[in-house]
């Protein structure tokens, strides 16, 4: 394996089996992502002559992302050709982002040293990384942190977050290329590894034990009882009758409500995203939402649906990308996929707001109002309105209050948007989500593996409400309490408990990605700058070559 390309694909190769992919058990497999960066980076910190090429680079991400998330385009017989075609694209277009990192580091490596290039590595990895999710188009879904889920590794993600796991499993990578290019030293490196992954490891075993779902000082207050519904309904076909959906699903409920009876009282019953797949509060619909209500009370519960949701905008407020009313051109307008809480205190809403890129809503929707129209698709509401803030839903019952963060489908996928929950009072966590699209395939446990992520990164327990599955509980320390089996329909009833204490990420956030991001900036800087000299110094040093005398032999 000395080629620049066939390291490149080992790499790609070994961050797609260490991700939870489903080819190996996630408690093996995790742990070869301490090793999966060797192939490629040692292939950088070899002979500058044979550095990889960007083709190199995109080939071995696109194995990486090709084993990981093949199945994003939804390869089900009744797949809507947007979908498919906004897979295929991903397939093609997210290596590029993938390689960005890796070709930074060769540009460093041609202009700095191999020591430099060593020790920038985990920064620029992790800088990367982070700033793959800060924007409208972002995708972090294969955030290399992930890979640690089933390992005791993961409990310090709520000191770091999963870009700072990602930084410590960049770390060892290094430390292990140091120790094969620097043999007099080796034994230096491989001992330095070897204490920061058992340290780690202890660390891990530690924190889960203090976290443990049997300890009662996580358990404060009164539990609240969730009854989580898992229809397991076509996820295309229920666009098709949206009113008709939302009767099925409220039918679907009573029976299995009736059928739980003997676990005592439910103070909440969750249903899935867009599981009212219409403006149910809009005037239109007043009879649908009078129903609603009348049967919550009727049962003595609350009721937490994920919902489409109309909101006009109050004049000369509207973002760029508002609908506009053809009947007044003045009002303006947006359909939001939204979470709905209907309890005792009234209605409480949540309005997602991080939103999946074309899918869901065009990318700078609101500087590119113009192409809003080239991307919309066949199923449900496209071009969703986008929501300004991350507030938890406030649910009161007895002499308790819950402060619920919610968050729909792939907002799961963006850290700092869960943390802000947190940081607004969310004393516990709720993920509705449809992956029903991806049945079959690693996808919807793939998304539940990046919700026990946020569990422990934060602390609180979550329950997570999906359409076909996984739907379950999840402990603070990231274990899955409860689960119902996927492709099914059922309902799943359990306990979640308030936690009121703050995890040090909730706290600080993602501080060592930011200053990796800035140092990776200043190795840049650093790496333009001593190629620029060296450029300056070569026609001085030719220009000496050629007015030296040179000697003959006579």
């Not at 889960?208 to 000082?217: C, H, L, T």
């Not at 109050?314 to 809480?341: E, I, K, Y």
């Not at 934060?458 to 309490?481: E, H, M, Y």
């Amino acid at each position: 394996m000395s080629t620049p390309l066939l390291r490149s694909l080992a790499t790609g190769l070994l961050l797609g089996v260490a991700y939870p992919s489903g080819i190996l058990p996630t408690w093996l497999s995790g742990w070869l992502a301490l090793v999966a960066l060797v192939p490629l980076l040692s292939a950088i910190c070899s002979d500058r002559t044979m550095l990889p090429k960007l083709i190199h680079l995109y080939l071995g991400m696109a194995v990486f992302h090709g084993i990981a998330n093949w199945w994003v385009g939804s390869y089900q017989e009744q797949t809507d050709p947007f979908l498919l075609a906004s897979g295929i694209a991903l397939m093609i277009g997210h290596p590029f982002f993938l390689l960005l990192p890796w070709a930074t580091l060769v540009y460093i490596r041609k202009r700095l040293s191999l020591s430099a290039t060593l020790l920038s590595s985990p920064f620029v990895l992790t800088g990367f990384e982070w700033l793959h999710g800060q924007t409208d188009a972002s995708y972090p879904w294969l955030s290399i942190g992930y890979s640690l889920i089933d390992t005791p590794l993961v409990q310090l993600a709520d000191i770091v977050g999963v870009y700072g796991l990602g930084f410590f499993i960049a770390t060892i990578n290094a430390a292990v290329v140091a120790a094969i290019v620097w043999p007099s030293v080796r034994f230096r490196f491989v001992a330095a590894a070897t204490l920061i992954c058992t340290l780690w490891a202890v660390h891990g075993v530690l924190a889960a034990a203090a976290f443990d779902v049997d300890k009662q000082d996580q358990r404060q207050g009164r539990p609240l009882n969730v009854a989580l519904m898992q229809s397991n309904d076509n996820p295309w076909v229920k666009w098709t009758s949206p009113v008709q959906q939302a009767d099925r699903t409220r039918s679907f409920s009573d029976a299995r409500l009736d059928s739980l009876q003997s676990l005592g009282a439910v103070d909440l019953v969750v249903w899935p995203e867009t599981a009212i797949p219409f403006p149910i509060r809009h005037s239109e619909y007043a009879t649908q939402w009078s129903d609603i209500l009348q049967w919550t009370s009727r049962r003595s519960i609350s009721l937490l649906s994920g919902l489409s949701d109309l909101y006009v905008y109050p004049r000369d407020s509207a973002p760029a990308s508002a609908r506009m009313s053809q009947a007044d051109p003045s009002l303006r307008f947006d359909f939001f996929n939204a979470a709905g809480l209907i309890s005792d205190a009234g209605f409480d809403v949540h309005y997602k707001t991080c939103l999946t890129p074309f899918a869901e809503r065009l990318p700078f929707a609101d500087q590119l109002v113009f192409a809003q129209s080239w991307f919309q698709w066949g199923v449900g509401i496209s071009s969703w309105g986008k929501g300004a803030s991350r507030t938890p839903l406030t649910l009161r019952r007895d002499s308790e209050e819950y402060k619920i963060g919610t968050i729909i489908c792939i907002e799961s996928i963006y850290p700092d948007m869960v943390r802000d929950l947190v940081r607004n009072g969310a004393t516990m966590l709720c993920v509705i989500t449809n992956d029903a699209w991806y049945n079959g395939t690693p996808g919807p446990r793939q998304h539940h593996h990046i919700a026990r992520m946020r569990a422990i990164e934060q602390r609180r327990w979550l329950f997570r409400c999906a359409l076909s599955g996984v739907t379950g509980i999840i402990a603070p320390d990231g274990t899955s309490v409860k689960e119902l089996p996927e492709v099914t329909s059922g309902a799943l009833v359990g306990n979640v408990y308030n936690v009121h204490t703050t995890s040090l990420y909730a706290k600080f956030g993602d501080v060592i990605p930011m200053l990796s991001s800035a140092f990776t900036l200043v190795a840049i800087g650093m790496a333009g700058y001593a190629g620029l000299t060296l450029r300056r110094k070569q026609p001085q040093l030719s220009t000496t070559s050629q007015s030296t005398p040179t000697s003959t032999s006579l």
